[in-house]
Nanobody
Framework: QLQASGGGLVQPGGSLRLSCAAS????????MGWFRQAPGKEREFVAR????????RYADSVKGRFTISRDTAKNTVYLQMNSLKPEDTGVYYC????????????????WGQGTQVTVSS
């Protein structure tokens, strides 16, 4: 199971750190990703980190503002979000991918329940 947390209401320009804790098994050999879904829109890729943490990938819209990381010992993945914009508003999901991992959600095997992020003044 994946449990996402850390969402909330923040003003534009603010920061949030999302966490995704894995339980009921180890995801140490899984790539981990974050996706988000804005109201009325399809879910989209945000960031991905390989199981070894040697590679990260970001959507162009968040490059330079968001940072994905993982703590294998804690079985937890993080998404540090800085300089937040109103267009970052949405439900953020973490997901685990065992193989053929890309930015496409169809390759992800396990999903968390989502955490709401609202960026508004």
């Amino acid at each position: 199971q994946l449990q996402a947390s850390g969402g909330g209401l923040v003003q534009p320009g603010g920061s949030l750190r999302l966490s995704c804790a894995a339980s009921g098994g180890t995801f140490s050999r899984y790539d981990m990703g974050w996706f988000r879904q804005a109201p009325g829109k399809e879910r989209e890729f945000v960031a991905r980190i390989t199981w070894s943490s040697d590679t990260t990938r970001y959507a162009d819209s968040v490059k330079g503002r968001f940072t994905i990381s993982r703590d294998t010992a804690k079985n937890t993945v993080y998404l540090q979000m800085n300089s937040l914009k109103p267009e970052d508003t949405g439900v953020y999901y973490c997901a685990a991918c065992r193989a053929l991992c890309t930015s496409q959600e169809r390759f992800y095997d396990y999903w968390g329940q989502g955490t709401q992020v609202t960026v508004s003044s």
